[in-house]
């Protein structure tokens, strides 16, 4: 990791009031010695959270943005981690396949998505799935997390507030219906194992392959 700078570091503070809560629901999927790819890292501050709280795993990150892979690794080496992480790979979640190895696609155990779908087209949901099934089997999971809409259940007004400030900032974001998300899923070949009410309205759901 040459020329890192820890001026790079950026600070997103909703991943100090949600790290914990999502930490401990990740604390019932994963497995030692495991690895778990992150799609859009963003500044990296949950990537080495998770990567100190779980030290038997290797947390594996990702952006397609340049300025938060310069901020991931830059928490990476501020948290001193630079031994145990690898570099955050450049990855669009869009651009299809993946660019990822054949190596290290032999290495994923769980995919997770923090706090994404709603500020991505809606493409980048269905890319999600379409290219997440090719690294996982029956044993893993792919965990989202972050606001939904639900069918059965009242949205709070916080979150009904959320959404329509998405939109006015781009037409193609807003939260998304749970139910619409799980038809994408299972079209996939995903199934949904849970989901779980999370702080702040928020939902972790977890989908394995049937």
């Not at 629901?25 to 990537?47: D, K, M, R, T």
């Not at 100190?52 to 300025?67: A, G």
């Not at 799935?129 to 939904?148: A, I, T, V």
């Not at 809409?149 to 400030?165: A, G, V």
Request: hydrophobic fraction near 40%; aromatic fraction near 10%.
């Amino acid at each position: 990791m040459d020329n890192i700078n820890p001026d790079y570091r950026l600070n997103f503070p909703a991943t100090r009031r949600n790290r914990d809560s999502i930490a401990a629901v990740l604390s019932n999927y994963i497995s030692p010695n495991s690895l778990l790819l992150e799609i859009a890292s963003g500044s990296g501050e949950h990537g080495v959270f998770f990567q100190k709280k779980f030290p038997s795993i290797t947390w594996q990150t990702s952006d397609p943005k340049l300025v938060h892979r310069k901020s991931i690794n830059s928490w990476i080496m501020h948290e001193g981690l630079y031994s145990k992480m690898p570099e955050p790979l450049d990855l669009d979640v869009e651009i299809c396949p993946w660019s990822i190895t054949n190596r290290l696609a032999a290495l994923i155990k769980g995919i997770v998505c923090i706090n994404m779908i709603h500020i991505s087209p809606w493409s980048c949901t269905r890319s999600l799935f379409e290219e997440s099934k090719k690294y996982l089997d029956q044993c893993n999971f792919l965990m989202l997390y972050g606001p939904f809409l639900r069918k059965e259940k009242q949205t709070s007004e916080s979150n009904l507030n959320f959404d329509q400030s998405l939109k006015i900032q781009n037409p193609l974001w807003g939260l998304r219906n749970l139910e619409k998300v799980n038809d994408i899923a299972f079209k996939n070949g995903f199934k949904l194992d849970n989901v779980i009410d999370m702080p702040a309205n928020n939902l972790s759901v977890i989908y394995r392959l049937k």
